[in-house]
């Protein structure tokens, strides 16, 4: 089964990489990933200034992760004297170095890197949402490299579509969609008080709760500029959802918050299920994958639920959920017609996939 694929000259054994965070931020962290198979290395964020980060930083629940952990807190100097010399001795797979934010951080920090980068990450997490100066700031790394450029879009920025255009128009090569969500807050009731958060009482949210986003940003993106690269980021934890980002338009992927809440050895279990993922679901090759792209039907009439007897396990779960109280239980579950709305909650929440809508 070939996993590979290749983008902007740049060629990976496989579509998963790390995405910038805590776990990439040192040169012990780098090679771990690398024995981890990832197809590329993703650098965490350098910038001129050390970031004053509160303690604690990171939570995590069950489908996602709140942080104010901010970008390296090891110095650029670190980076480009030690980290980064080191680790090339035995590059032997793309390198992405994740930079941010201002244009002046640009022109400052790209000519120190451009030694090490295959490519360029760009956050524009703090830089806020004017478009104009986001082209200035892809300007000014372009002065300096022919290397690709990938800015990182975050989910306040209003219209993704007009911001892939902006950075087309500037020397982009790609975006990559998206970064964390916010602001968000973390709230201890019993202590009354707010806890994880920065001076202003935000933190940001990432990992597998905000996977719709980043799905309906990256296929935004792609419908309106199909020839830029597009690296999906936001809620991936298993080898369904890297195909599923892969459909919607993406090159490659990364993740970072699964990892942290199920463990760091996920992202070899990824790539290993990959294969029995591309089976599964009639792929030979994570290119055909990408070049397949999505049916979009919408239905506006449907059939009322069909119950699977032999499925069913009496949970009356549908009942309780149903917001039209169109299901009974008279011995068995049972459907009103007259009441039903087709909405299709109870056939995306049954546990035992009981009931579905009838085909054709």
């Known amino acids: 089964m070939n996993l590979s694929t290749r983008f902007d000259g740049l060629e990976f054994k496989n579509p998963l990489m790390p995405a910038a965070g805590p776990l990439n931020g040192d040169l012990e962290k780098l090679r771990f990933l690398v024995g981890q198979d990832c197809g590329g290395i993703v650098t965490k964020t350098i910038s001129k200034e050390l970031p004053n980060i509160p303690k604690p930083c990171i939570y995590g629940d069950g489908t996602f992760i709140m942080n104010s952990e901010l970008w390296s807190e090891l110095s650029y100097k670190t980076w480009i004297d030690d980290i980064l010399p080191e680790y090339i001795k035995t590059k032997d797979r793309p390198l992405i170095i994740s930079l941010g ?41 372009r002065s300096h490299t022919t290397k690709p450029i990938y800015m990182k879009i975050s989910p306040h920025i209003p219209n993704p579509e007009a911001f892939a255009r902006a950075i087309k128009e500037a020397g982009a090569n790609g975006v990559v969609a998206i970064n964390s969500l916010g602001p968000t807050m973390k709230i201890d009731l019993k202590e009354r008080k707010i806890i994880y958060g920065n001076e202003k009482g935000f933190v940001w949210t990432s990992g597998p709760a905000i996977k719709p986003i980043a799905l309906a940003t990256v296929y935004k993106i792609k419908q309106a500029e199909p020839s830029l690269t597009v690296i999906g980021v936001g809620g991936i934890k298993n080898a369904d959802d890297v195909l599923e980002f892969l459909l919607a338009g993406a090159s490659a992927v990364q993740m970072l918050s699964a990892a942290l809440l199920q463990g760091k050895d996920l992202y070899s279990k990824i790539i290993k299920n990959l294969p029995k993922a591309l089976d599964k679901y009639g792929f030979k090759s994570i290119e055909e994958v990408i070049n397949q792209g999505l049916r979009k039907e919408v239905v506006y009439k449907q059939s009322l639920p069909i119950l699977n007897r032999e499925k069913c396990i009496d949970c009356l779960l549908c009942q309780k959920i149903c917001p039209y109280f169109a299901i009974d239980y008279p011995g068995v579950i049972t459907f009103n017609e007259a009441k039903c709305f087709e909405c299709g909650l109870c056939i995306a929440k049954c546990p035992t996939g009981a009931i579905s809508f009838k085909k054709g």
């Open 101 to 141: 934010y201002t244009k002046e951080d640009m022109d400052f920090l790209v000519p120190k890197v451009e030694c090490f980068a295959d490519a360029y990450e760009i956050s524009t997490h703090y830089v806020g949402t004017d478009l104009k100066v986001i082209k200035e700031t892809v300007r000014t790394i």
